[in-house]
């Protein structure tokens, strides 16, 4: 029963670098989401996807792609990394059609941008 | 629009006291509204959820939230602290949209639990 699982779950990079998180679950759920955390701004949505080849913008999309080819595969990728990208990134996921609005919680990947 | 405000950042307790975590919230519509743990370096978990059932709810761990909805509070409460309690919680409010569920995070409550 893996879950939800992100990689890598920690990340080191540069200044003007691409840098790509993976998200990947095992349930079948039709939406997924990803998040940033900062300090003093609690969780933030960045994109979220409906199903696959479906996506939309959160609250603070600005320099993040997003793709979902397979339902179970939710990459986020920094096209050009700036170090206020530095953060704590968290992926989740969850099935509304089943009545379920709970999002289940990856365990993170703390990205540093120097 | 929908806002979560948790009223305090820091509660420190003795282990085996009360533990109260506040929460007020704001909604154009009938929320869903829901209690995430995060122990340090780690993702979040859920704790327990309302959905318009009933308005005590119980969840993991011997914690509970009542659902105040005259008062627009959900306040997280657990009897007796222990030390494993130690973590930060989050209070979120959830608005069902066409799209899905958008979740709005309050800023956390980070607790300290004294032996």
């Known amino acids: 029963d893996a879950g939800i699982t992100q990689s890598p779950r920690y990340k080191i990079t540069e200044t003007g670098r691409q840098v790509t998180l993976m998200c990947h679950q095992t349930?079948?759920?039709?939406?997924m989401f990803w998040y940033r955390q900062d300090l003093g701004h609690g969780l933030r949505l960045i994109y979220y996807?409906?199903?696959?080849?479906?996506?939309d913008k959160g609250e603070v999309p600005d320099g993040y792609v997003v793709s979902r080819s397979k339902t179970e595969n939710f990459p986020l990728t920094l096209e050009s990394a700036t170090r206020s990208q530095t953060s704590v990134y968290f992926c989740?996921?969850?099935?509304?059609?089943?009545?379920?609005?709970?999002?289940?919680f990856g365990p993170g990947t703390r990205l540093l941008v120097l | 629009a929908q806002s979560v405000t948790q009223l305090d950042s820091h509660v420190s307790v003795s282990e085996g006291t009360p533990v109260l975590l506040r929460c007020n919230y704001s909604?154009?519509?009938?929320?869903?509204l829901f209690w995430y743990v995060q122990h340090p370096n780690k993702g979040l978990q859920l704790l327990l959820k309302?959905?318009?059932?009933?308005?005590l709810v119980k969840g993991i761990n011997g914690f509970e939230a009542e659902f105040k909805k005259s008062e627009t509070s959900f306040h997280l409460t657990k009897p007796s602290a222990h030390m494993s309690d130690a973590a930060e919680y989050f209070c979120?409010?959830?608005?069902?949209?066409?799209?899905?569920?958008?979740?709005?995070f309050g800023g956390g409550t980070r607790v300290l639990v004294k032996p």
């Open positions: 979120v409010v959830s608005a069902k949209r066409a799209a899905g569920n958008k979740l709005t």
């Open positions: 349930w079948s759920h039709s939406y």
């Open positions: 996807s409906a199903a696959a080849d479906i996506t």
């Open positions: 309302y959905t318009s059932a009933a308005t």
């Open positions: 909604s154009s519509y009938s929320p869903s």
């Open positions: 989740a996921s969850s099935e509304p059609a089943s009545g379920g609005e709970t999002q289940y």
